[in-house]
């Protein structure tokens, strides 16, 4: 069974930074994109990142130059960079893993898997 495990999530100032993580675990085959989501309480679920297996990245607008996706096809494990955090960055951030191999990657629904999340909260 193919689980997902977040951390690094807490509470940091705006202009911070944070690193997350996600370990997977219980893979029968190679996943080719992991990516990173989050959302607010009341709101869709928006992807914010993703990488593929060779290492290229996608990254949502309101993001891009700010966070850093990279993976360690090694240890099994995603990570996201977050820099110059703002306030409206608070969300609970959710891993997400799948199988297929292709370009899109902003539809949560394209994702086989999924961690419990992580909340970050940015406030001063």
């Known amino acids: 069974q193919v689980q997902l495990v977040e951390s690094g999530g807490g509470l940091v100032q705006p202009g911070g930074s944070l690193n997350l993580s996600c370990l997977i675990s219980?893979?029968?085959?190679?996943?080719?994109?992991m990516a990173w989501s989050r959302q607010v309480p009341g709101k869709q679920r928006d992807m914010v990142a993703a990488i593929t297996y060779t290492d290229i990245s996608s990254y949502a607008d309101s993001v891009k130059g700010r966070f850093t996706i990279s993976r360690d096809n090694a240890k099994n494990t995603v990570y996201l960079q977050m820099n110059s955090l703002k306030s409206e960055d608070t969300a609970v951030y959710y891993c997400?893993?799948?199988?297929?191999?292709?370009?899109?990657?902003?539809?949560?629904?394209?994702?086989?898997?999924w961690g419990q999340g992580t909340q970050v909260t940015v406030s001063s």
């Open positions: 219980g893979s029968g085959g190679r996943i080719n994109v």
């Open positions: 997400a893993a799948r199988y297929k191999y292709g370009s899109s990657w902003t539809g949560p629904d394209e994702y086989d898997y």
